[in-house]
């Protein structure tokens, strides 16, 4: 089993409940429908998939109307006192780990990392 690097890993200092269901896969290549930039989380930009469903994705990830990067905007519900994994970091979100396996997207500001002593 691999264990974690302690500056990965973070406490939920403020709840998060995923708001967008079902999540927006993108794969590189994939032509969007742009839309608004986020005004609440600098980065980020909704778009709008051939398919209709729509999700925020890092601006970088847009090049006019197609999609530079695979992304998934799942996010991660999560509460007050638990632990996860950061594994990536982008324009102000983590995705992360909690312990039961689940993954997603969590505002960077409501988690606080801390170190684990071994």
């Not at 939920?12 to 608004?36: D, F, H």
């Not at 998934?72 to 519900?77: A, G, H, I, S, V």
């Not at 324009?91 to 500001?109: F, I, L, T």
Request: proline content about 6%; hydrophobic content about 35%; glycine content about 10%.
């Amino acid at each position: 089993m691999v264990r974690s690097t302690p500056d990965r890993r973070a406490c939920v200092t403020r709840p998060w409940r995923a708001t967008y269901t079902p999540a927006l896969r993108v794969s590189a290549g994939e032509v969007v429908t742009p839309g608004r930039v986020d005004d609440d989380y600098p980065g980020w930009q909704w778009v709008v998939s051939q398919q209709g469903l729509g999700g925020w994705i890092p601006v970088d990830l847009l090049d006019g109307d197609r999609i530079t990067g695979d992304f998934d905007t799942t996010e991660l519900t999560v509460m007050t006192g638990e632990r996860v994994t950061i594994l990536t970091t982008r324009a102000g979100w983590h995705w992360c780990r909690a312990e039961n396996g689940q993954e997603g997207w969590v505002p960077a500001d409501c988690l606080s990392r801390y170190s684990v002593s071994r």
